[in-house]
């Protein structure tokens, strides 16, 4: 079971270059984020998508930018990298079962991660 | 999402139940408390999540007390592999399944001693 794949691993940037961050689930979930964490912190939002075609902000999307064109893949693009944006990326994808309250629950699976440093 | 406090670490020993307790005593009546876990350099993983009732699974059980202000995680035998991050993070739910994203905290180191 593959479940949610990122890419590349590694990478550096140097300040000023762009690169895209891959994301692609399996699970045919409506539900995509990207997430980062600093070293010694717990994870924040950066964008989310609840399905092709549909993207909003999470509480730290200066500096980047997302597209959904299909329901598997969600990339994530540095237009302008600068040494702030270093840090670990994250991908997550959920699907939006009814839960227990007779709501939407969000088990949230995530992907190994990006380590990007930008010098 | 209600705020919630976790020791910032743990030690357990090899074979025995690990407990990690969680304080979430502004909890509202519609949030879930959810547990996830990060091995070191990996993606957080999911393990448990809970609304009132005691909850187990094939990981761990989910105990939360009658007044919802807090909770335990229980990992019943801990192995060495357990050493992780440990999240508890509690969430309203959301009309429409629940679209945005998770408010992880610093959550509790647990190192599992041999």
């Known amino acids: 079971n593959a479940g949610v794949t990122q890419t590349p691993k590694f990478r550096i940037l140097k300040i000023g270059q762009s690169m895209t961050l891959q994301c692609a689930q399996d699970?045919?979930?409506?539900?995509m984020y990207w997430y980062r964490q600093d070293p010694g912190m717990g994870l924040k939002l950066i964008y989310y998508?609840?399905?092709?075609?549909?993207?909003d902000k999470g509480e730290v999307p200066n500096g980047y930018n997302v597209s959904r064109s299909t329901t598997e893949d969600f990339p994530l693009r540095l237009e302008l990298a600068a040494p702030s944006q270093t840090s670990v990326y994250f991908c997550?994808?959920?699907?939006?079962?009814?839960?227990?309250?007779?709501?939407?629950?969000?088990?949230?699976?995530f992907g190994a991660g990006t380590r990007l440093s930008v010098l | 999402d209600a705020k919630t406090t976790q020791p910032t670490s743990m030690d357990c020993a090899e074979g025995r139940a690990a407990n990690l307790p969680c304080n979430h005593s502004?909890?509202?009546?519609?949030?879930?408390v959810y547990w996830y876990r990060q091995i070191h350099s990996q993606g957080p993983q999911y393990i448990i999540h809970?609304?009132?009732n005691n909850e187990t699974n094939e990981m761990a059980s989910l105990i939360i007390t009658e007044d919802r202000k807090s909770s335990t995680l229980i990992l019943p035998h801990a192995t060495l592999r357990d050493t992780a991050v440990y999240y508890c993070?509690?969430?309203?739910?959301?009309?429409?399944?629940?679209?945005?994203?998770?408010?992880f905290g610093k959550g509790t180191h647990l190192i599992i001693q041999p």
């Open positions: 997550a994808s959920s699907n939006n079962a009814l839960g227990l309250a007779g709501g939407g629950e969000n088990i949230q699976y």
């Open positions: 699970m045919n979930h409506n539900y």
């Open positions: 998508s609840v399905g092709a075609g549909i993207t």
């Open positions: 502004t909890i509202s009546g519609n949030e879930y």
């Open positions: 809970g609304l009132k």
């Open positions: 993070i509690v969430r309203a739910v959301r009309s429409g399944g629940g679209a945005d994203g998770l408010t």
